[in-house]
């Protein structure tokens, strides 16, 4: 029977940690961290993530700015928005929460953040920088996936990894971060042939699809470590994951829960970019 990973337990010792770092900063330059996060429109699933991140940031010590914008809100005053939030000093941290409204570029907005300020680092000169391996941010879902995959004392480094899903979000920047600590990384994806034989090979499988129960135990290695990054409802309405977590937790040495997986660390990671940017900024 695998071993969970708590990662509700690891997002707080991390987000403990940040907000310890935080004061610190504070006491030796004044500078209190800050992030903005813009929501255009009421996506209500948007409005909860950005009062999950609002409250992230009181609990560090952080200011918390929000922009929260109407739905008919154009790109040019969204772009003004953002570059008033740039030159701002009290800002280090800008997020712009997707989806956007569909008359507003998400890509041109993304690269008229800062990339100083892009605390997501979804900007392509950070997505450029990491593909080098000299970075200031990493993507947060990902970054929060290594730290879970850390806590299990398994090395990356000569194993076989499986990534399902290539998103920009989160499969690319997974691949890479693998890639980065030696890990012989495949990339799955809609078109891939044959799903079951690609993640049957793998040490360490990541789960990003969107798709409730698409792993199933057949498709797993005994012993594998199990990341289940999706987020789905089940057919009563119940939060679940991309992984058949009942039957995989029987083959898995180590898995994520949905919830209290890959999702809290997501917004523990924000947290360390914001006071990463908030370093940058006071030249720590
Ligand atoms: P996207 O929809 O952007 O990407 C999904 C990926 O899955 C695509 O690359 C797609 O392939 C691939 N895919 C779709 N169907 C299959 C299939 N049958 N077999 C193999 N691959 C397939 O999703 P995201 O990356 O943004 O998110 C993935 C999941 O993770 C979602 O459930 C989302 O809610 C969750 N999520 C959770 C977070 C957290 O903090 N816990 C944060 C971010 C996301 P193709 O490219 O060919 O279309």
Redesign the pocket.
Known sequence: MAELINGKEIAASVREQVRLEALELKKNTGVVPGLAVILVGDDPASKIYVGNKKKACLEAGFNSFEHILPAETSQQELLELIAKLNEDKSVHGILCQLPLPKHIDERTVIAAISPSKDVDAFHPINVGKIMIGDYDFLPC?PAGIMELIHSTGVSVSGKKCTV????N???KPMAMLLLHENGTVTV?????KD?AAECRGADILVA????AK?ITADMVKEGAVVID????RDENGKLCG?VDFENVSKKASYITPVPGG??PM?IAMLMRNTLTAAKLFAKL
């Open positions: 879902t399902v899903g290539r998103s979000i989160v499969g799955c994806h809609s078109k891939t799903l990003a699809v969107g798709k698409l990054v999706g987020m789905n991309d890959v999702g997501t």
